[in-house]
């Protein structure tokens, strides 16, 4: 708590009382503690691949590599640090954007039974690779939400794409789409590694990962699950995840049910 103070006068001049400011400063110290990490984490995110990609590319320019195939291997080593570098900026300007409010979203009605077989369809490849059986049925209604139909799309992408990463080959995976009373509910349910309760309360923060080797060796970012996070908020909607580790893990994502009486956001914010 800070504290001030400045005599109050009367207009003659007389000091006739006191005025006293007090101020909570931890709030402001916490978010100094934050943003300093945040960008120590950038730093060390974006230094790693670029240490990779320096030490593999002078190696092979020493010209001491004679075998091609371990050529290709320096190669692709190279091209997929700088594959993921390149996720990672994209997806720091997306965060960047979603604090600033500066998403360039296009609101409308969103129909989360038509997207959901559209995501199922862009992971085939994925799902057939690591053998993975999905359970679903679909719901008779469509099931409509409002807000900007690729953010909705990316959630339940980087949603999904999680449960086939941290479910060993031959995984079963149980999807859900369901209403509830003036929400609609998507549960994607794995039986994979799980993650420990210890860390279970920090996996939506920027860059936590339970395991970094491994996150990282799946091209992984730490930032998939924060995202989500902040684009289903901004639709009003809610995520929630429930795990046990070596047994698998429940992510469960809310977006209100679309009741047809908004227009367009501009409207909407418009309104007092
Ligand atoms: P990443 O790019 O590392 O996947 P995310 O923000 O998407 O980043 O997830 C953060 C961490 O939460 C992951 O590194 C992983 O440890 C854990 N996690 C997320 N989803 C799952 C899941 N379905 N099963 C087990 N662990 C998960």
Do not use: C
């Amino acid at each position: 708590l800070r504290a001030s103070y400045a005599p109050y006068r009367s207009e003659a001049g007389e000091a006739e009382g006191m005025v006293l400011l007090l101020q909570d400063i931890t709030e402001h110290e916490k978010l100094e503690k934050m943003r300093k990490e945040f960008v120590a984490n950038v730093s060390h995110e974006l230094k790693t691949p670029l240490t990779t990609i320096k030490s593999y590319t002078e190696t092979m320019l020493e010209g001491s590599i004679d075998d091609p195939a371990m050529e290709q291997r320096f190669l692709k080593v190279i091209n997929d640090e700088a594959d993921r570098m390149t996720r990672l900026v994209r997806e720091l300007l997306q965060l960047s954007n979603l604090d600033y409010q500066q998403m360039k979203w296009e609101p409308q009605p969103v129909n989360l039974r038509a997207l959901m077989e559209k995501v199922l369809r862009n992971l085939d490849q994925p799902l057939q690779q690591k053998q993975h059986q999905v359970t679903y049925d679909p719901p008779e209604q469509p099931l409509i939400t409002f807000g900007d139909q690729d953010a909705i799309e990316q959630v339940i992408l980087n949603l999904f794409s999680n449960a086939i990463k941290y479910t060993p080959d031959g995984g079963n995976l149980h999807l859900y789409l369901e209403r509830e009373q003036a929400a609609i509910s998507l549960t994607i349910q794995d039986n994979g590694i799980g993650i420990p309760s210890q860390d279970l309360p920090r996996v939506f923060e920027r860059f936590y990962r339970v395991d970094k080797a491994r996150s990282r060796e799946m091209g992984g970012t730490g930032l998939g699950l924060s995202i989500a996070r902040q684009i289903v908020e901004a639709h009003g909607g809610s995520i929630h995840l429930y795990s046990r580790e070596g047994k698998g893990t429940r992510v469960v994502m809310r977006l209100p049910l679309y009741s047809g009486e908004e227009t367009s956001e501009k409207e909407a914010v418009a309104q007092p």
